[in-house]
């Protein structure tokens, strides 16, 4: 199957909104769009302080199966702390459309779209439990550079 790697739309929304309520549940798609809505319409200072595009795989028969998040950083833990970095916030291949390799052809496209910036390295993250996304990074080339437990505690 032939899949388009595009910047997304405003006319993805809904589907695309969808496939962030599958990989990030605790929010709703209704949620998500709210989001996705500023940000596809080009106002993503509204909701972030770094630059951020969306870049979507197409099916053939239209429907919006993947994505790939990615903003600009100025730094990223085991990145080189001189040169902003691409960080992939988040990556999405809905279940039935998986190994075909339309990941990795949206990792690619968040790659160019960060060397495009004067990025010289792209960071992710991934849930300690989340064993697919880890080995999804790593089998792509990505390098293992920390484990971390995060805190916090309310004032």
């Keep these: 199957m032939n899949h388009q ?62 994505f790939v998040e990615v903003d600009l950083r100025s730094h990223a833990d085991g990145c080189d702390p001189l040169h902003p970095v691409g960080y992939i916030e988040g990556w999405y291949v809905a279940a039935d459309q998986r190994h075909l390799g339309i990941g990795k052809r949206l990792l690619a496209q968040a790659e160019d779209g960060a060397r495009s910036h004067g990025c010289l390295e792209m960071a992710s993250d991934a849930l300690i439990d989340n064993a697919l996304s880890q080995r999804s990074h790593e089998a792509l080339g990505n390098e293992l550079v920390d484990r971390c437990v995060d805190y916090r505690k309310k004032l």
């Design 5 to 66: 790697i595009r910047a997304a739309r405003p006319s993805d929304l809904d589907q695309l909104a969808s496939l962030f309520e599958a990989l990030w549940p605790q929010t709703s798609a209704a949620e998500h769009a709210r989001e996705l809505g500023l940000i596809l319409a080009g106002n993503t200072a509204a909701v972030l302080t770094m630059p951020l595009v969306v870049f979507v795989a197409v099916a053939g028969d239209g429907r919006v199966v993947g």
